[in-house]
């Protein structure tokens, strides 16, 4: 495949700037959205996926760097149309990287029901352009990558593809709001993790839920400053479960048949040598 094959696979729908002011540097870097179509668009919907909830510098980045790549160069094919924003805090404070310039936290500013004192608007331009597009594309999924640790929370997906994405990827399933446990290292050194605080119930998540959507959430390790150890998750763990994940029809599986298994007949050609002069 040539090299100008590969690059015109993705196309860029949409650039939009959320800072006040597009002309300031600080202020006017723009959310993008990519999309990369399918093999089988019907065979489940599309897929949204997030990435970038910290900044652009930060490992999931990376990660879905690594991801598109592998869908550019046909490492990976996927089944779903793709629709792609690749860093969805285009304009992180330096400062507390999980939120914006305005002091929002995007993954946890969606007006849901379950949240009572929510408007029927996020506070942060970036999380209602998020909105905008996820209920005009009317995914089957969405994905999300976060710099964290390593584990994996979801709404709605079935036992058998989470079980599957843990194997793979050899991250625990933790429930909407667990951490996980504190490494041998940290309890020695008694580390102490500062959490910031999330309103669980404004969550990405929960407005899925609530819409009927489906979505993972793939933690993939902050600390992780080494590229070269990142690409290690990415190749072992990150990338086959993103592969198996991507291609087939994981979340819309064809319905299949009662399986009753037949009686094995062993031709004479596959009998032992020694039982061949009955």
């Given at each position: 495949m040539k090299a100008n094959q590969i690059v015109s696979q993705w196309k860029l729908l949409e650039m939009v700037h959320v800072g006040e002011d597009p002309t300031d540097t600080e202020d006017g870097a723009p959310l993008q959205w990519l999309k990369l179509s399918g093999t089988q668009p019907d065979a489940q919907g599309p897929i949204v996926i997030l990435a970038g909830f910290e900044g652009s510098a930060r490992n999931e980045s990376r990660?879905?760097?690594?991801?598109?790549?592998?869908?550019?160069?046909?490492?990976i094919n996927t089944v779903s149309d793709l629709y792609v924003c690749p860093t969805t805090n285009p304009n992180a404070n330096s400062k507390a990287t999980h939120l914006n310039l305005k002091g929002s936290?995007?993954?946890?500013?969606?007006?849901t029901q379950k949240n009572r004192a929510a408007s029927d608007?996020?506070?942060?331009?970036?999380a209602n352009h998020l909105i905008r597009?996820?209920?005009k594309v009317q995914p089957k999924a969405v994905?999300?990558?976060?710099?964290?640790?390593?584990?994996?929370?979801?709404?709605?997906?079935?036992?058998?593809?989470?079980?599957k994405l843990t194997t793979l990827s050899e991250r625990p399933v933790l429930n909407i709001g667990e951490r996980p446990a504190l490494t041998e290292e940290e309890l020695k050194n008694?580390?102490?993790?500062?959490l910031p605080h999330h309103n669980l119930d404004k969550s990405l998540g929960q407005w899925c839920e609530e819409k009927e959507i489906l979505w993972i959430n793939l933690a993939?390790?902050?600390?992780?400053?080494d590229f070269e150890e990142l690409r290690e998750d990415w190749r072992l763990n990150v990338g086959p479960a993103l592969k198996w994940l991507l291609e087939g029809p994981r979340f819309n599986p064809p319905v299949e048949e009662p399986f009753f298994p037949a009686p094995t007949v062993i031709g004479t050609v596959d009998l032992p040598p020694e039982l061949m002069n009955w």
């Open positions: 990660v879905l760097q690594l991801l598109q790549k592998a869908l550019s160069s046909g490492v936290d995007i993954m946890y500013d969606f007006p608007i996020a506070q942060s331009a970036e597009w996820i209920e994905l999300t990558l976060q710099a964290d640790k390593n584990y994996i929370n979801h709404y709605g997906v079935s036992d058998e593809v989470i079980e008694n580390i102490e993790e500062e993939i390790d902050g600390s992780k400053k």
